[in-house]
């Protein structure tokens, strides 16, 4: 199993920027999906997650109302987009993936990560 992420770069603060990540391997709509993000010299922390069937999304505090996740089965895709973006959100983002519908919310649990891909936001 794959998890291709891609997407990231530098940005200004309030720009608008869309990860993205394509898994193979497995079939990718039986899986749930997601991102973390690991900000330098800290932990990383859950940033948002998707249902296998895209019906249901989760958010963390810092993020909702800005981040919205998609999927796209056909591709084998998900989205992350990411709106209105801050200092605070440099990180690198690691796509990752569970054989659960709804992913588990421990780190630990999930079944699949990708590589990450370095989100830099400049006020």
């Known amino acids: 199993v794959q998890l291709q992420a891609s997407g990231g770069g530098s940005v200004q603060a309030g720009d608008s920027l869309t990860l993205s990540c394509t898994v193979s391997g497995v079939t990718f709509s039986s899986l749930s999906m997601g991102w973390y993000r690991q900000a330098p010299g800290k932990e990383r922390t859950f940033v948002a997650s998707i249902s296998n069937t895209g019906r249901s999304t989760y958010y963390s505090e810092s993020v909702r109302g800005r981040f919205q996740l998609s999927r796209d089965d056909t591709k084998s895709t998900h989205y992350l987009r990411m709106n209105d973006v801050k200092p605070e959100d440099t990180a690198t983002y690691y796509c990752?993936?569970?054989?659960?519908?709804?992913?588990?919310?421990?780190?630990?649990?999930?079944?699949?990560w990708g590589e990450g891909t370095l989100v830099t936001v400049s006020s």
């Open positions: 990752v993936a569970d054989r659960l519908p709804i992913m588990r919310y421990e780190a630990d649990e999930v079944d699949y």
